[in-house]
T-cell receptor
Framework: EAGVTQFPSHSVIEKGQTVTLRCDPI?????LYWYRRVMGKEIKFLLH????????ESGMPNNRFLAERTGGTYSTLKVQPAELEDSGVYFC?????????????FGPGTRLTVL | AQKVTQAQTEISVVEKEDVTLDCVYETRDTTYYLFWYKQPPSGELVFLIR??????QNEISGRYSWNFQKSTSSFNFTITASQVVDSAVYFC??????????????FGGGTRLMVKP
């Protein structure tokens, strides 16, 4: 069974540009999460999809971040325009049932560098 | 609000030594879940264990063991007879069960473990 995959693995962009990160969850997992770890800080929750609906987006830092999950399969996270403080590793995770305490399966992350 | 603290940012041991990674948490919820994840050099977070707040039994899985103590709000992780392959960053995480808590995981800052041959 394939795990959670993320693309690209690395992205280097200039401040002000746009970047789109993609996450493919484990097949059959309705729940998809985005987290990020900026340099020297903890991994922080961004948002949670149940199928195509945003269940919780309380962690989204500002309106420069737009997450979508059309069709309830893969998800994209767009940053527009990117700022220096957006640099970090963006993780995606998925779970099958979405109940509290469920194991979340993580992808390898996308390392974003904004210059 | 919930918080997880991993005071040890980096630990270095020699192979075959035992090592304990500390995790202290804060929560106002009476029902919660605690996790440990391992992040090897490949980058993904690998699930190691989940405990709920009502189960304080210590757990052992091979060379790994976990000590959950509600009295001190700690969920420490011990690797016995460490091996070079144990070198990784280890994260402790908390998930609360309150209705408005969502399913998010709250992570500690991680502990980088280096096991030298």
């Amino acid at each position: 069974e394939a795990g959670v995959t993320q693309f690209p693995s690395h992205s280097v962009i200039e401040k002000g540009q746009t970047v789109t990160l993609r996450c493919d969850p484990i097949s059959g997992h309705d729940n998809l999460y985005w987290y990020r770890r900026v340099m020297g800080k903890e991994i922080k929750f961004l948002l949670h999809f149940v199928k195509e609906s945003k269940q919780d987006e309380s962690g989204m830092p500002n309106n420069r971040f737009l997450a979508e999950r059309t069709g309830g399969t893969y998800s994209t996270l767009k940053v527009q325009p990117a700022e220096l403080e957006d640099s970090g590793v963006y993780f995606c995770a998925s779970s099958q049932f979405g109940q509290r305490g469920d194991e979340q399966f993580f992808g390898p992350g996308t390392r974003l560098t904004v210059l | 609000a919930q918080k997880v603290t991993q005071a040890q940012t980096e630990i270095s041991v020699v192979e075959k030594e035992d090592v304990t990674l500390d995790c202290v948490y804060e929560t106002r919820d009476t029902t919660y879940y605690l996790f440990w994840y391992k992040q090897p050099p490949s980058g993904e977070l690998v699930f190691l264990i989940r405990r709920n707040s009502f189960d304080e039994q210590n757990e052992i899985s091979g060379r790994y063991s976990w000590n959950f103590q509600k009295s001190t709000s700690s969920f420490n992780f011990t690797i016995t007879a460490s091996q070079v392959v144990d070198s990784a960053v280890y994260f402790c995480a908390l998930s609360e069960a309150m209705d408005n808590a969502g399913n998010m995981l709250t992570f500690g800052g991680g502990t980088r473990l280096m096991v030298k041959p």
